[in-house]
């Protein structure tokens, strides 16, 4: 089976990789033990407003180190943990930690969003809101401060249940993002349904920018779509100070790639964030101290 995913990444299944190093079992039994052996970590991506500049939020992204393995891409074992229901747990700790950590950064006055992938299985838990809500209760974070990313896919199967977790979601004061818009459905109707906050430009049309006219005219699109529908644009995967002058330009609202920053590890991101408050010109929070 292969299954394709965003960024030309493939899942464990292709066929030529079945006599690769390790087995699909052998992955997936020292996968469930990196939790707790603490070979698992969260990243922080900045994401940048590129009107001043600032970073104005993180991506919590997942890390597992193996000792023997090494580095294993969340491209690999995402997938993976999908099929056999293990994200679910992964994704769980994952909004933990990053909810501790981003009321760490409120603590030392440095106060940015977090934002957190959830993987459909886990959106769909009949329990999700309910644990969602205590987990934001115990970190004492405001929910005004996390973002969730969501697939569009995940929107488009049980669709009435789907759009009443998003509105109870959203109520909370929990910005929703659509993750990776535009590689999958076209049925669009959900954007004008749904408290969406933010879309996400998936980074394979970021790549070619600002030569590639096909890019430029769906980047473009997209912006454009999402200003008329009062919807925030984040381009993914901006490598190069061309591409981010080019979405300026098409007037996107933020940016998150490697030209500012790749996901680092947390006591890095919080010096980050310390460095930024300590240059002049930023920080304009309203009184109330939220977003
Ligand atoms: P994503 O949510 O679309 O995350 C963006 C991916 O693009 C990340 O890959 C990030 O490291 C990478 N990236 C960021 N800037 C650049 C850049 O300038 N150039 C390039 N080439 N890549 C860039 P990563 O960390 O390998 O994660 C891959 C995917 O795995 C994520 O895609 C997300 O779908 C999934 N994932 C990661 N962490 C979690 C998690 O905690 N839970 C769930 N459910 N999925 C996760
Ligand atoms: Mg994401
Ligand atoms: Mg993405
Ligand atoms: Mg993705």
Request: proline fraction near 6%; charge should be negative.
């Amino acid at each position: 089976r292969v299954k394709e995913r965003g960024r030309g990444n493939f899942s464990f299944y292709q066929p030529q990789m079945s006599t690769g190093l390790l087995s699909r079992m052998k992955l997936e039994h020292a996968m469930r033990q990196a939790l707790d052996k603490g070979h698992m970590a969260v990243y922080f991506q900045p994401q940048v407003h590129i009107q001043s500049q600032r970073i104005v939020a993180a991506e919590a992204l997942l890390r597992w180190t193996d000792p023997d393995l090494g580095v294993v891409s969340p491209a690999v074992f995402i997938p993976l943990a999908e099929e056999s229901g293990y994200v679910v747990a992964l994704d769980a700790w994952v909004l933990e930690q990053s909810l501790k950590e981003a009321a760490h950064w409120l603590a030392q006055g440095t106060p940015v969003k977090v934002s957190v992938n959830v993987s459909a299985l886990e959106f769909r838990q009949p329990d999700f809101v309910e644990r969602l809500v205590q987990v934001l209760h115990a970190s004492g974070l405001p929910p005004q401060w996390l973002e969730l990313e969501l697939t569009e896919s995940i929107l488009l199967q049980d669709v009435q249940e789907m759009s009443m977790r998003v509105h109870q979601i959203a109520e909370l004061g929990v910005g929703l993002v659509i993750d990776d818009f535009g590689t999958g459905y076209s049925n669009l109707s959900y954007l004008k349904k749904l408290p969406i906050s933010k879309i996400k430009i998936d980074q394979s049309f970021v790549r070619g920018l600002p030569h590639e006219a096909e890019d430029k005219a769906i980047v473009g699109a997209i912006i454009s779509m999402g200003q008329a529908l009062g919807l925030e644009t984040v381009a993914e995967g901006v490598e190069t100070q061309q591409q981010c002058t080019s979405i300026a330009q098409m007037r996107g609202d933020y940016y998150q790639g490697y030209l500012c920053s790749p996901a680092v590890p947390a006591p890095q991101f919080r010096e980050r964030l310390l460095q930024q408050s300590a240059q002049p010109g930023h920080w304009s929070l309203p009184a109330d101290g939220v977003p």
